[in-house]
């Protein structure tokens, strides 16, 4: 059983023009077992909580607190706190020139394991999570992201989840840019990932159609950098008939 | 830092000659030498009756015999340093393989300098279609000045490989030659991680129609090395290819880098498929990586023409992506290090030298020497 804590946070993406406030008082309890869609419109800073989460360096944090099992995740550096168990499936992931999928993925897991994994064995490991996602074997020789189709570069993101089964993953935009056959393949990986280990998910998204494949227990509207309303699968179905429009005047009122 | 600017009227030299007199001592200004810290390679640009010979181990394709001057290759000088080392210098290693032989193994040259300044002459001369596989393998415990003259027999193919891993103390200048024959084939890449002071100038011309010469490069810079490469390819012959692609990585302050990639199209070589590339990876704030391409058309009817040139630091987004993964800031460096060489060194058409290179440069980057093994051992 593992929890990831969020507190309110406030968080600033550093510009040439100074720091600018994105993340605005985030208070979010993510249990093992339980998934949460966080959903809201276009720049309220959902994947902002994702990046910040995950540590990247263009942001900084200027209140409240990021636990996982009373942990201080936000001292930790980005690779520890994958280490400690975060995992976050990337909207945009990064090309990583001349760095083949295979050998990434075995550096990856020595890392995550504190051993490299023996060569048979890994080698099966990695055949049998890219053949459960319907991946060519070939794709372990290409280079890390690069010239990846929009579902390829999902499938690969949900590969490293299935083999590097974190405590607590979080989805960014996982939806966007794939087709019907890619949404359902990737949501499979995924529901399976999900069943084998009962991690806990954060899931964001703009849509509702992930949610179709990926159920959510618990729905979030996040608007203008903090969470507006909270309820069960049966807000999405609102979100989805009347859009983000009553949220976004409330949000903008509380501002 | 990158430097673009316009390129000279005329890339090609101006004076090509066997007499020292008929160059003047640089001075630095000029075009060719203005990176190149002169003062401290002057020793090189007057005779040195000290100076020692270079000499290389004979074997089933390589003699070393005195120099003839009357008989020396076609190949004359193209500035100071190199008419004086090809008027000093007392010995050749004459590597010679015969028309219509082809050599499986690789022909490998370890070069050694007899004294503590040398003038080296070498002569690779493949005949006609022949294949084979010569490694060069540089003295860098001396200093030395030479050229590596490198004639291709029509429809033969060259893979040519200059490797200048050593200590960071001496002084390399190397001129590097090449006359690409009719339909002949020529890989030639270099790899230069060692050396206080280096030029290395590879030149390309073909003597026919239907000739192909690849030119690629990695170089490593650290601790106040200079490193320079200057390519000149002179297309002129119809529908012959040239593709050129260097990469380097440096750090460290007073670390400087140079490459300069001259193509000149002249007016007869229609057809002409030309493309160069050089990206550099700046590891620190301290180190300097000049970079100029320079492209000169005399005829637009050819196929293609292109180059390109970039200098970075470190991209921080593909450091957090891999860090996101688990991965330690060190050895992400490391995997990114790596792959930006690895494409470039996957080239060179020999698996055992891209695995030994990228080992050196892990080593040389005091990287983990086990990571490294497991790489490959995965790829």
Redesign the interface.
Known sequence: MSTLQITDLHASVLTDEGPREILRGVTLTVDSGSTHAVMGPNGSGKSTLAYVI????KYVVTQGSVTLDGQDVLTM???E???AGL??A?QY????????V???L???A???RGE?PK?RTWVKEMKEAMAALQMDPKFAER??NEGFSGGEKKRHEIL?LAL?KPKIAILDETDSGLDVDALRAVSEGFNAFREETGAGTLLITHYTRILQYIHPDHVHVFVDGRIVESGGPELAAVLESDGYERFVSAGSTAS | MTTLQAPPTDLAPVVISARIDDFAVPHGREEEWRFTPIGEIAGFFEPDPAAGAVIAEDSSFVTVVDMDHDNAGRWLPVDRAAAVARAGAPRVVRVRVPDDTVVEEPIVVTLSGEAARNHAHVEVRLGRHSKATVVVAHDLAVDVSGALVTEIGDGAHLTMLSVMDGPATSVQLWHWPVRVGRDATFIGSTVTIGGRIVRMLPSVTYDGPGGSATLLGAFLADGGQFIEHRILVEHVAPHCTSSVIYKGALEGAGTHTVWVGDVVVRRDAVGTDTYEMNRNLLLDDGARADSVPNLELETGDIASAGHASATGRFDDQQLFYLQSRGIPEKVARQLVVRGFFVDVLSRLGSAHWRDTVLARIAQRLGMDPELESSLEETA
Do not use: K
């Not at chain 1, 995950?54 to 360096?57: I, K």
């Not at chain 1, 992931?93 to 083949?100: I, L, N, R, W, Y």
């Open positions: 995950a540590g990247h360096p550096s980005v690779d706190r994958a280490r995992f976050l990337m992931p990064v090309e990583v020139p001349g760095v083949s295979s050998n990434f075995r550096t990856s020595t890392a995550m490299a060569l280079n890390v490293q590097m």
